[in-house]
């Protein structure tokens, strides 16, 4: 087994990395005078995923939404459900399927090591019956039925599917009514063993906790587990997005947009990153040039943001919010956009936001389910924490203008409108 | 657990703070409590919108922004909401820690300068608020009214309330109406912001790891030159229902909405609100909670199904969303589990399981600045403030018999459903 201390003087912290004789790799982030602790273990399979080999086996295309079905489904053994386990040590449970990744977890301020166990136990034993996937039908359906009638979620996914030929990240993560009708038990099974293999995990713990206990729980609960190789198939995705405009009808009354940039997907490393971050809160938070014009046009309100969303295969920057006249603020963010391209930022609008996103990133590491969840999304995505830290308060004025030539290409972007029958926008 | 200090420094003044190095974080926040009413709620909400977008020394928004910015991405955030019968107006600062900054600024005694300057100085145009200012924030607020409409889970719940307490005070929105909105000035607004300084109960929190004092005196010299007559504060608890309110609106959506709510008998500072919050928990606060056990898991009626107590007003919400031709079951499904509580059918297992994740929620509060922050706000309206071991010990202590008698006491006033078309 590998233990490695990573630490931080500017965040004052340190933690630790394990690679765990079982194939899991393991992160413990001790937090000093805390009384609760919070665990996480994801694997690198999200929703994304619908067609994947193992080893030389065949390839297997899967119903859209099996990831989260599943981990909807592996809450439940032959004796019963996690969350009646967890009642017994006090633990608050829960779990989330993102594109990239699916996660359990829990927080507790007693009792740590028996919900650990509970936590290895239920996600390493898989019981799927046609009669406990039948249940779980009307469930998800609803869940389903929910996101149909909210315009946040509508107004993203309406804009990915005109952004993305081929990429499954323009398809729902918990799929629709009637392809998860088409989830049996052997399919779940499939996924699985494909996926939940410990090699292909990453358990973090934040808190009240020291790496001797979470080893001692990971070498009680978890055997050797076989790497083997998973292959994931995208089709080719091309850099062009396939329409520049989309709008649904809905019943609101503030309507809302998404635009979306779409950009180049390869890996990016923190220092692209920090910069990347940098950048986007220089052009649009509300210290901006862009965000006060937005404003005093009326076209923008508090719900305004930004966001940088990527996985694998995939890398969009979005501007979205509410607002009265949509196609008018985006043409105003595109315009805006450009002439900052073509004469350069402003440097101090650099030096603010460089403080600005520092101070968040070391904010960020106060609590510990949110330390625990920033340790695991950037193993994920390749990056570690502390490094990301220090790329941020390395970045220079130079480097932004590099990076925003390499970004935001105007002529590659989508708008997604959500409005009202009766608006015209 | 962290511990807190209390001290008055005005009539009706409270600055409590509680000093913790454990966290990269410190905030501040000023909650100032007045009577919920009609006629004043929505230029109080319109005010604390005016108030945090700019102020005497950072004339704009854009101004100042870039300050909290500067200060590395320090957050200024203002709420209006509902405590019981009452308007709750909270302004607050929050911001990195001085031991973190880069080039060794004081964050937290800007910040603190920084909320007294919004609260104290704002940015003003003799007897009254910029034009302006107030036209940005008034457009804003409108959106937000509107933008309700749009989560269909929030508008459905607010319907309810709203036909539920339509005769009491309890039924104005937290940001009043859209008409009272349009008719504020500049000048009404300044009225607004000399009677909320003058008759608001203020509560003052500060969480940090850097001495308070400095906040406490700008405060304390703040309010010296305010005539200060605090409004005393009351709920209306209604322990009666006479008949039950029926509502049915139609709107073209893919899942229909059940939001349902009972008069809970109790509220605090009552000693058996604690068995009625407990009771709440057991019936549908947690993933082992009846509802979720048996209308969620075992009827896969819907995805969530939950039960909300509101201590400060003595009612119990409970909402969910469901198929259009479910909505019946459901309801029937949901009051099944309540008469099976009313009837004592609670296992051991049920109520000490839930008392270890109410105590578990309890005691984590204690690892964030914005937990410790609610742990002690959220007792403000009640007889002092207890610790979590207090808190727990209470817990611990109520027996099956009260939760029984907890539930003897919920009845249903009203049921409003959101049905597809």
Known sequence: MNMTEIKSDRAGDSYYKIRHSSGLTVYVYPKKGYRSAYAIIGTNYGSVNNCFSLDDGEKITVPDGIAHYLEHKLFESAEGDAFTR?????????????????????????????????????????????????KEQGIIGQEIKMYDDSPDWRVMFNMLEKMYHNHPVKIDIAGTVESIAQITAEKLYDCYNTFYNLNNMALCVAGNVTAEQVLAICDKMLKPCEKHEIHSYFEEEPYEIVEPYVEQTFPVMMPMFNLGFKEKAEHLDEKKLAQTDILLSMLASPTSRLYRDLMDANLINSSFGYELFEGPGYRAVIFGGESRAPRQAAEMIKQYIAKVKAEQPDREDFEISKKAIYGDSISALNSVSSIANIVLSHHFSGHEPFTYLEAVAATTYEDICVRLSEMLDVTNCTLSVIKSAEAEV | MSTIKRTQIADGVFFNSVKDS????????????????????????????????????????????????????????????????????????????????????????????????????????????????????????????????????????????????????????????????????????????????????????????????????????????????????????????????????????????????????????????????????????????????????????????????????????????????????????????????????????????????????????????????????????????????????????????????????????????????
């Open chain 1, 86 to 134: 967890y009642a017994e040590t006090g633990a608050s449970a829960n779990a989330y399927t993102s594109f990239e990744k699916t996660c359990y977890l829990f927080s507790c301020t007693d009792r740590f090591e028996e919900s650990l166990e509970i936590l290895l136990d239920f996600v390493g034993d898989p019981y799927f019956t046609p009669e406990t996937v039948a």
């Open chain 2, 22 to 421: 454990r966290f990269k974080t410190m905030k501040l926040s000023a909650n100032l409590y007045v009577p919920l009413s009609a006629e004043t709620a929505s230029e109080n909400a319109l005010l604390a919108g005016v108030l945090s977008r700019s102020c005497k020394a950072y004339p704009d928004f854009t101004a100042l922004s870039r300050k909290l910015c500067a200060l590395y991405g320090a957050d200024l955030n203002v709420l209006a909401h509902k405590a019981g019968d009452n308007q709750v107006i909270t302004l607050s600062a929050s911001g990195l820690d001085d031991r973190y900054a880069m080039e060794g600024e004081s964050i937290a005694r800007e910040l603190s300068l920084l909320l007294c300057g919004v609260i104290f100085e704002p940015n003003l145009s003799g007897r009254a608020f910029v034009a302006g200012e107030v036209e940005q924030e008034r457009r804003q607020l409108l959106d937000v009214i509107d933008s309700e409409y749009n989560d269909k889970r929030i508008y459905a719940n607010g319907r309810m309330t709203e036909i539920m307490c339509a005769d009491e005070v309890y039924g104005v929105k937290r940001y009043g109406t859209a008409e009272a909105i349009k008719a504020a000035t500049p000048e009404s607004l300044y009225a607004a912001w000399e009677r909320l300084l003058r008759t608001s109960y203020v509560e003052i929190m500060y969480i940090g790891d850097s001495a308070p004092d400095k906040a406490a005196e700008v405060f304390t010299d703040a309010f010296r030159s305010i005539g200060r007559a605090p409004v005393k504060q009351s709920t209306q608890i209604i322990r009666g229902v006479k008949e039950v309110k029926r509502e049915t609106e139609e709107i073209e959506v893919s899942q229909s909405k059940l939001v349902m709510g009972f008069r809970a008998g109790t509220a605090v500072p009552e000693k058996e609100a604690r068995a009625a919050s407990l009771m709440c928990s057991i019936l549908g606060g947690t993933a082992t909670s009846k509802l979720f056990c048996n209308v969620r898991e075992k009827q896969s009626l819907c995805y969530y199904c939950a039960a909300r107590y509101d201590k400060y007003k003595g009612i119990v919400v409970i909402d969910s969303g469901v198929e259009g031709e479910n909505v019946e079951k459901l309801e029937k499904g949901i009051m099944k589990e309540i008469e099976d509580m009313k009837n004592g059918v609670i296992s051991d297992f049920e109520i000490e399981s839930t008392k270890m994740a109410v105590i578990n929620a309890y005691q984590g509060s204690n690892d964030t600045v914005g937990g410790i922050e609610a742990w002690y706000a959220s007792q403000l309206l009640e007889d002092g403030f207890k610790t979590i071991e207090e808190a727990a010990a209470l817990l611990n202590a109520i027996t099956k018999e009260e939760i029984v008698a907890a539930a003897q006491r919920l009845q249903l006033d009203t049921v409003y459903v959101l049905k597809n078309k």
